[in-house]
C-alpha cells in the first residue's frame, strides 16, 4: 500500500529563529494566511511530493499548556509529531478500533485562507492525544482545499524534494509495529515498515539522539546530496538527505 507522508511537526520555542536557520540550511520558507489561528503558529517547508515540515510554536504559555503536544516541547526544541494522508481517516479509525488499537478521532479540522479558498480535513491521533504509543503518528484526510492548505512549494537551494523515511523509539515494538502494518505497511526487515512512498523504521529508546520516553527521531529527505543537517540549525531535530 502507498501511504505518503503529510507533514511532520517541529515544535521551536522562536519561530521567526527557526525559520531563519532552515533558509540557512538551503530550505525555502513559506507562511499560510489562515484567517482565524489558534494556540499555535506555523511556517511552512514544503516539498514537491506533497509533503511539508511544519515550524510549529505555541501563541502563548497557556496555550501551550492546554495542547495536547505542550509537554513536548518542556523537554526540548524537535520532532514532535508526524503524520500520514489517507484517503479515510473515518475508515482507518475503524481499522485501528477493529484490531483494539487506541485512535481518537476522527475531528474535523478547517480555516480559511486570506483569498477566501477553504481548507477542510479529518485527523486522526493515534499516538498523542489518543493515549497510544508516542512514537505513532497521526493521519489526515483531505475534505477540501489541499491546494489552499498546503502552500505550492518552492524549489530549494539544497535540492530537497520530499519526505521518504523516518525513525521512531519505543519501548513497545510489538504494539508500534502492529499499528503500522494495520496502517497499511508492510514488514520488509525487522521493525522497518515500507509504505511504498516512504518507509518508517523502529528503534529502541536508547537509540542515538532518541527523545526520553520515545518518539520522532530523526526526517529523511529525499533530493541533493547526501547529507546530515546541522542539529543546532534544526532545533534539536534530527535531519538527513538522501540522493534521489
Known amino acids: 500500500m502507498s501511504l505518503p507522508f503529510d507533514h511532520f511537526v517541529l515544535l521551536v520555542n522562536d519561530l ?37 515540515i511544519l515550524l510549529t510554536a505555541f501563541t502563548s504559555a497557556e496555550a501551550q499548556a492546554s495542547h495536547r ?10 520532532w514532535a509529531d508526524w503524520s500520514f494522508t489517507v484517503p479515510s481517516a473515518q475508515a482507518t479509525a475503524e481499522a485501528l478500533s477493529a484490531a483494539g488499537l487506541p485512535n481518537r478521532g476522527p475531528v474535523p479540522v478547517s480555516n ?3 483569498d477566501g479558498s477553504r481548507w477542510a480535513l479529518e485527523l486522526l491521533m493515534c499516538g498523542w492525544g489518543a493515549e497510544g504509543d508516542v512514537s505513532l503518528p497521526f493521519v489526515v484526510s483531505d475534505v477540501e482545499g489541499r491546494s489552499a492548505r498546503i502552500p505550492a512549494p518552492v ?13 521512531i ?6 504494539i508500534v509495529g502492529k499499528t503500522l502494518a494495520a496502517l497499511g505497511g508492510t514488514e520488509t526487515a525487522p521493525g522497518h515498515y515500507d509504505f511504498g512512498a516512504s518507509w518508517v523504521e523502529i528503534l529502541p529508546l536508547d537509540a542515538p539522539q532518541a527523545r526520553a520516553g520515545g518518539g520522532m527521531v530523526k526526517a529523511v529527505l529525499s533530493g541533493g546530496e547526501a547529507r546530515d543537517f546541522d542539529l543546532a540549525l534544526s532545533h534539536g531535530a534530527p535531519l538527513s538527505m538522501v540522493r534521489d
Open 112 to 114: 480559511v485562507i486570506a
Open 169 to 174: 523509539s519505543t519501548a513497545d515494538a510489538a
Open 16 to 52: 521567526d529563529a527557526a525559520a531563519a536557520d532552515f533558509a540557512a540550511m538551503g530550505f525555502s520558507i513559506l507562511e499560510r494566511a489562515d484567517t482565524e489561528h489558534g494556540k499555535t503558529e506555523f511556517k511552512f517547508v514544503c516539498f514537491d511530493d506533497g509533503s511539508y
Open 69 to 78: 503536544l505542550g509537554g513536548v516541547l518542556e523537554a526540548g526544541e524537535g
Open 155 to 167: 524549489p530549494h537551494v539544497n535540492g530537497a524534494t520530499g519526505l521518504v523515511g523516518l525513525t
